[in-house]
């Protein structure tokens, strides 16, 4: 099946600094990619729908300016947290699909001291 | 909007038994439906999927899921499993005109005991 993944796997910063978390597609494009958040014990939460070549769009109750994402290549999208602080300490996943199913990367643990 | 719930947060069972685990959606269009596991510290991985045809579906590792159209159930089941099941399992959905942006029922976390 299509390979989706994540760089870096886990990263470590400390609050106030920005981090960026990529997500690629190995062997196929994605006009359209998804970004999720993951807290310790609970479901996977959609943050956002990253579009080549255009804004993402935003769920509700998500700061689109603290979590940046830039979809610059059909295999690319990024997600910075800007300004990071303990409470974004928490498991990014990325998925990007052909049609229907989505493959998910195997996700970016973030912890903010 | 669309929105997943899943029945029990947790179950505990012995080897050998049989698993069925809830999922009802909430949706008035078409849907695709998922369910997904994810062992501990490891990423998610799909075990089935239903998109339309049989409601039957048979997934890896010897799980299924029965969809129920006039129920919005997507039920998962297991008839004999083991202790390496153990793990949390996801049931999810996304529509076309969602542009397929998966939502996620908050999880049934399975322990199996040897």
């Known amino acids: 099946g299509a390979v989706v993944s994540q760089h870096p796997s886990w990263v470590i910063c400390k609050s106030g600094t920005s981090v960026k978390i990529e997500c690629r597609s190995l062997?196929?494009?994605?006009?359209?990619m998804f970004w999720y958040r993951q807290f310790p014990k609970q479901s996977l939460m959609l943050m956002a729908t990253?579009?080549?070549?255009?804004?993402?769009?935003?769920e509700q109750g998500v700061e689109k300016d603290k979590f940046l994402i830039n979809h610059a290549s059909l295999t690319l999208s990024t997600l910075t947290v800007t300004s990071a602080h303990p409470e974004d300490s928490s498991f990014y996943i990325c998925s990007a699909g052909e049609g229907e199913t989505q493959y998910f990367g195997p996700g970016t643990r973030l912890l903010v001291l | 909007a669309q929105s997943v719930s899943q029945h029990n947060h947790h179950v505990i069972l012995s080897e050998a038994a049989s698993l069925e685990l809830g999922c009802n959606y909430s949706y008035g269009g078409t849907v695709n439906l998922f369910w997904y596991v994810q062992y501990p510290g490891q990423h998610l991985q799909l075990l089935l999927k239903y998109f339309s045809g049989d409601p039957l579906v048979k997934g890896i590792k010897g799980f299924e899921a029965e969809f129920i159209k006039s129920k919005f159930s997507f039920n998962l089941r297991k008839p004999s499993v083991q202790w390496s099941d153990t793990a949390e399992y996801f049931c999810?959905?996304?529509?076309?005109?969602?542009?397929?942006?998966?939502?996620f029922g908050a999880g049934t976390r399975l322990f199996v005991k040897a």
């Open positions: 062997d196929f494009q994605a006009t359209t």
């Open positions: 990253s579009n080549e070549g255009s804004k993402a769009t935003y």
């Open positions: 999810a959905v996304n529509a076309r005109t969602g542009g397929f942006k998966t939502i």
